[in-house]
């Protein structure tokens, strides 16, 4: 019996400003099928459309037509907060994806219980997993735990995000251009990282990635936009 693709987008076409004199037509007709386990990378040009195939899949831009199902499940219509359950998103812009007024302790401690507020009693420490996963980006960040995420630099709000990102085991994670603001060993140490985490969750990935000569090690498929 054939296997039901983890993403199954179909003839997708995604209008910003649909009707103004600002109208761009991002994407028209795209279809893609992505195997569980499989990590996708999607590269192409500035403009081409991949943050629109990360933000059509989370829910973050305004589709036209077609439609895109999770797993079997048609997710077409659903918001992005309920689609965050099944997803995990690392942003092209650092100031995403983080809560910048927050601590990394409380940016953790939300992304765990996934809810606006936080139950009481909650942690008042990094749990062990939160502590390890720090420690991989070999950024010191486990022993700023109080430092609200606006006190940090672009690359370690990256490396935030992405620990974020695996802290509870989702089966599709997007991550768009998760590297660009890291240093050269920063990157690599975060890269093992996300490869470890992703094979021993069999997780799903697609990578927006512009200079792939870094990544070689890393992809099972490559799509061009
Ligand atoms: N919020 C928006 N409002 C209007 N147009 C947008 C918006 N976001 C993207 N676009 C347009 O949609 C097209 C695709 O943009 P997108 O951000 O998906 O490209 P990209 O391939 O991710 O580019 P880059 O490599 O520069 O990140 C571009 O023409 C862009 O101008
Ligand atoms: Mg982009």
Redesign the pocket.
Known sequence: MKSIPIIDIRDLTVV??AGTI?E?V?LTDFSLKVEKGEILVIT?????????VL?AISGTVPIKSGSIKIDGIDITKWSPNKRAKLIGMVY?DTMLGTCPNLTIHENFQICKINKWWAPIPYNLKLSKKQIESLIHTGLSLESRDVSKINMLSGGQRQAIAVCLAFENSKPVLLFD?FTSSLDKDTREKVLDFVLEKAKSENATMLM?I?NISMFTKFYSRIIK?
């Open positions: 910003y400003n600002n761009v991002a192409g040009g500035n403009g081409s459309g991949k943050s629109t933000g092209q251009e927006v512009h936009l």
